[in-house]
C-alpha cells in the first residue's frame, strides 16, 4: 500500500513514471488524511463516482469504505500510476474520459444498477462550476455530492441573502440541493499547492423543487437579475429584453410589494419563485 498523502511517496511516484503536473487539468492532488476521510464518510457506503481520481488517493479511501467506485480521469497518463497505486481493489475501476463529455446516465445505469449513488471529488479548479452544475441539472440519482472546491466558490454556494457572496450559483445549487460546507482545507495541504484555499462542500439533492415556480422561468430570472450585478432588478429585466418594457416589470414588481430599488441580492429563491411565476402569467 502507498500512503499517497505523503508529498516524498508523491514526488517517488513522479520520479518512477515520469509524470509531471498538468496545471490545465486542475492537478492538484489532497494530502490529508482526516479530509480524505470526511470526503469519503460524507458519501457512504454503495456506489460512488469519482470525478478525477489524480493518483488515487481519495480512491482508494473511498474504495475501503464503499461498495463500489467509478472514477472519471481525463489524463491518461496517469493509467499507469493507477494500476499501481489501486492494485488490490478490485470494486474500483478507472473510466478514462473528459467528465464533460460522459453521458453520466448511461455509466450511471451500466455501472451502479440497483444501488444508491453519491459523488465524491476533488474538483479540478478551471472546470468547477461546469462540473457541478452538470452534476445538478441533469438529474442524476445522486443521494449526496460532496466536493473539493475553492474556498470563495464554496462561499458562494452556502451563501445568505443580502451578502457579496449570494447569486446565481447559489440559487442555482440551492434549487437542487441542501447544501453545507463540511471543512475548510488550507493550500498547504495539497501537492503542488495551489494559490487559494479550498473547502468540502456536500450537497444532499432534494427530492421535489423547493419552490413551485417552473424552473425554466426561475433561472432565467435568477440569471437575468445577476447578469449585471450593480443593477436594480427593473433595470436588469428591463435590459434583459424579454420581460416587456420597463413600466411593465415595474407594475409587477410594484403589485408584489417592491420598489423600484429592488436589488437581486437580497431576495430569497422563494421571492424569486414568486416573482418568476408572475412574469410567466
Ligand atoms: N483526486 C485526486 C486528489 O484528491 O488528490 C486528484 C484531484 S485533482 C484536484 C483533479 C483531477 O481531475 C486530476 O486528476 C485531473 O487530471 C482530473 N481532471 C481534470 N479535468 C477533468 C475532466 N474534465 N474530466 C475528468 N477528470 C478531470
Do not use: W
Request: proline letters at 5%.
Amino acid at each position: 500500500m502507498y500512503d499517497l498523502t505523503s508529498p516524498s511517496v508523491i514526488r517517488h511516484l513522479c520520479d518512477e513514471f515520469g509524470f509531471s503536473f498538468k496545471k490545465g487539468f486542475g492537478q492538484n492532488f489532497l494530502t490529508d488524511a482526516d479530509v480524505l476521510l470526511s470526503i469519503a464518510e460524507a458519501a457512504g457506503s454503495e456506489g460512488v463516482l469519482e470525478i478525477g481520481p489524480g493518483f488515487g488517493t481519495l480512491t482508494a479511501v473511498l474504495g475501503n469504505r464503499a461498495k463500489k467506485v467509478v472514477s472519471i480521469e481525463i489524463d491518461r497518463t496517469l493509467e499507469p500510476v493507477l494500476k499501481t497505486t489501486l492494485a488490490g481493489f478490485d470494486n474500483i475501476k478507472i473510466h478514462f474520459a473528459d467528465v464533460m463529455k460522459t453521458d453520466l446516465e448511461k455509466l450511471i445505469n451500466e455501472e451502479f444498477p440497483g444501488m444508491s449513488l453519491s459523488v465524491a471529488a476533488n474538483l479540478p479548479y478551471y472546470v468547477t462550476s461546469p462540473i457541478l452544475m452538470k452534476l445538478l441539472e441533469e438529474k442524476l440519482p445522486f443521494e449526496n455530492i460532496v466536493v473539493m472546491v475553492q474556498k470563495e466558490v464554496a462561499e458562494r454556494i452556502v451563501a445568505k441573502p443580502g451578502t457579496k457572496d449570494y447569486g446565481a450559483l447559489t440559487l442555482a445549487v440551492s434549487y437542487y440541493a441542501d447544501a453545507e460546507i463540511i471543512t475548510t482545507v488550507p493550500a498547504e495541504s495539497f501537492v503542488p499547492a495551489p494559490k487559494v484555499d479550498s473547502a468540502v462542500v456536500s450537497m444532499k439533492l432534494l427530492k421535489e423543487p423547493p419552490i413551485d415556480a417552473p424552473e425554466k422561468d426561475y433561472f432565467r430570472l435568477v440569471k437575468a437579475s445577476f447578469a449585471q450585478r450593480r443593477k436594480t432588478m427593473l433595470n436588469a429585466l428591463s435590459n434583459a429584453g424579454f420581460y416587456g418594457s420597463k413600466d411593465d416589470i415595474k407594475a409587477v414588481l410594484e403589485s408584489l410589494g417592491y420598489d423600484s430599488n429592488l436589488r437581486g441580492e437580497t431576495l430569497s429563491m422563494k421571492e424569486f419563485s414568486e416573482i418568476a411565476k408572475r412574469f410567466t402569467k
